[in-house]
């Protein structure tokens, strides 16, 4: 029996995965994987994989969760990011995936799920609260978003998301200078980034401040001359300017 098991734990340290030696072991009283810790009060459980298998297997998941959303198959994308959630039930980076899969699919509620279980499984990651505090504003939890934001911004002030985020919600809020602050901030990194540039203007037409609005709606037709909201701004930011003048 003793050179039995010695062959089993072999067999299973090669294979952790190996049905007939776990079955065997089982069968034998699951006896430690090393002599050497038979003084330990900590048994090995044959059926239970390692860590790193685990990790391996969440890594492959992902990688086929990519794929599949490369092909448009979103609804089995979200599968195999669901196994690999419970691979590893507690790393930010599956969860995070899995969330960013139901937001684009329109699933707000989920999304902002597993965007929430990232952020605490990675609190330090600005990156997980932004996440969150989008969806939330995307869900018109304001409170859950501006905490979400504060977090995020006290971990990188000067991160270009956190900031957008925090625009947005000054934005939510029809706090326009605020918001036109930050927005004009983030746009000298990112000059041709149209979504930062409407929200630009927009908030320079809701200040009056009909100039600059017009300015920075015809800085977007450079760009993108059929852009509707820019030429329906631009036209309303003229009209205003000239019945200012009158």
Known sequence: IDACIVSLKRAIELDPWNPYAAALMQKLGKPRLNAADE????????LQPPETEKK?????????AETQMQRGDEKTARELLEHAVEEQPNCSFPLAALGNVCFQTGDLNSARNYFERAARSAPNESA????LGIVSLRLERI???????RKALSLTPDENEALKLSAALHFYK???????AIYLKVVRDFPSDLDLLTAAGVCSFRLRDFRVAKAVFERILKIDPNHRIALENLEAAMLASAVRKL
């Open 143 to 149: 409170d859950d978003a501006e905490e979400a934001a």
């Open 174 to 180: 029809n706090q326009f200078a605020e918001a036109l």
């Open 39 to 46: 003084d330990s009060e900590t048994k090995i459980d044959p």
């Open 128 to 131: 997980r609260w932004v996440q």
């Open 56 to 64: 391996s297997r969440m890594n492959n998941l992902m990688r086929e």
